[in-house]
């Protein structure tokens, strides 16, 4: 027994693990992000509405669109920050995978908790309720973001290449990326439907286009 967890424990070191390419796991977790992005808009259905009313009756459901936009914004900016770590690391190993998948599992859930915010509509409790789910899912994959960003800097898994005063300001930016979807988390039973402000801004910037990359020359040299 002592000898079969000896084997176990050192199969499991770090140093052991063999690398392979990051974008042998692509087509998983883009399959992943693009059923859960699909699976937004199933509630998006046309309305049944009297010869003339459809205006006004879209205008009624300006809550459902927003949720939806929410929410696609959120599944985009999950996987710009995906791909980024893809590009910048092109080799991974066994642990890099484990961590990716926590990283995608929050988004997963992103149609549930989506769900959750539409049917809370109305009151208010209960929408407090439902943004506090939906910023703890993010905060869930962030942290596995952190674990991962930290792993594979250790690890000098990232490129040797990539522009160092931008990787710099993303390593920076990925130590304190939780703080705007805390505060959601935190302020949503005092603030109500202002609480996701942070939580807006936080989506919006997660789009931003920091590429470390080095940059192709194009045209004659």
């Given at each position: 027994?002592?000898?079969?967890?000896?084997?176990?424990?050192?199969?499991?070191?770090?140093?052991?693990?063999?690398?392979?390419?990051?974008?042998?796991?692509?087509?998983?977790?883009?399959?992943?992000?693009?059923?859960?992005?699909?699976?937004?808009?199933?509630?998006?259905?046309?309305?049944?509405?009297?010869?003339?009313?459809?205006?006004?009756?879209?205008?009624?459901?300006?809550?459902?669109?927003?949720?939806?936009?929410?929410?696609?914004?959120?599944?985009?900016?999950?996987?710009?920050?995906?791909?980024?770590?893809?590009?910048?690391?092109?080799?991974?190993?066994y642990y890099v995978v484990l961590l990716t998948l926590l990283i995608i599992a929050p988004f997963a859930l992103e149609p549930f908790t989506l769900a959750l915010l539409s049917e809370s509509?109305?009151?208010?409790?209960?929408?407090?309720?439902?943004?506090?789910?939906?910023?703890?899912?993010?905060?869930?994959?962030?942290?596995?973001?952190?674990?991962?960003?930290?792993?594979?800097?250790?690890?000098?898994?990232?490129?040797?290449?990539?522009?160092?005063?931008?990787?710099t300001l993303a390593h920076r930016i990925s130590k304190i990326i939780w703080l705007l979807p805390a505060l959601t988390l935190i302020l949503a039973p005092f603030l109500g439907t202002w609480?996701?402000?942070?939580?807006?801004?936080?989506?919006?910037?997660?789009?931003?286009?920091?590429?470390?990359?080095?940059?192709?020359?194009?045209?004659?040299?």
């Open positions: 027994m002592t000898s079969t967890l000896g084997t176990v424990r050192n199969a499991a070191r770090i140093s052991r693990q063999p690398t392979f390419p990051f974008s042998s796991t692509e087509a998983f977790t883009d399959g992943i992000y693009a059923i859960a992005a699909t699976l937004l808009v199933l509630d998006l259905r046309p309305p049944n509405v009297e010869p003339g009313d459809l205006a006004s009756t879209l205008g009624d459901e300006w809550f459902l669109f927003l949720v939806y936009g929410l929410g696609f914004l959120q599944m985009a900016g999950g996987w710009s920050i995906l791909r980024r770590l893809r590009t910048w690391a092109p080799t991974v190993d509509r109305g009151n208010a409790d209960d929408f407090a309720t439902a943004l506090q789910v939906a910023a703890g899912a993010l905060l869930a994959s962030l942290a596995a973001y952190i674990a991962t960003f930290e792993y594979l800097h250790r690890r000098k898994f990232f490129r040797d290449d990539l522009d160092p005063d931008i990787f609480a996701a402000v942070p939580l807006l801004i936080h989506l919006v910037l997660m789009l931003m286009p920091i590429d470390a990359m080095p940059r192709t020359p194009v045209g004659p040299s």
